[in-house]
């Protein structure tokens, strides 16, 4: 099975820098999607950004464009997500997760149906 560890997570200032690391233990991590996903306290679980297998498609969620870069290493079975000019709204739990069944150079997806493998989350606090 795939396991998938999160780590990098923290309070920093608003404007500030984190980067975020999504390691996964399993055979599938470099021929599938990779994705980012935030809870914020009292909302519902969003998408943030995802990677194709090979890197060639990147997606973000309208409100981090510009600001976050998700970006992987398949040789060290990691993918990260850089935050920059981070901002109090940003504060969330933020999990990786794998899509399965997504192994397209070009397409990524944004619905969590698709992602069936989920970290446990790092929490991020941005203060104002």
């Known amino acids: 099975q795939v396991q998938l560890v999160e780590s990098g997570g923290g309070l920093v200032q608003a404007g500030g820098s984190l980067r975020l690391s999504c390691v996964a233990s399993?055979?599938?991590?470099?021929?599938?999607?990779m994705g980012w996903f935030r809870q914020a306290p009292g909302k519902e679980r969003e998408f943030v950004a995802a990677?194709?297998?090979?890197?060639?498609?990147?997606h973000y969620t309208d409100s981090v464009k510009g600001r976050f870069t998700i970006s992987r290493d398949n040789a060290k079975d990691t993918v990260y997500l850089q935050m920059n000019s981070l901002k109090p709204e940003d504060t969330a739990v933020y999990y990786c997760?794998?899509?399965?069944?997504?192994?397209?150079?070009?397409?990524?997806?944004?619905?969590?149906?698709?992602?069936?493998?989920w970290g446990q989350g790092t929490q991020v606090t941005v203060s104002s």
């Open positions: 997760a794998q899509d399965p069944n997504n192994s397209g150079n070009y397409y990524v997806r944004t619905s969590q149906s698709e992602y069936h493998y």
């Open positions: 399993g055979r599938t991590f470099s021929s599938t999607a």
């Open positions: 990677i194709s297998w090979s890197s060639k498609s990147t």
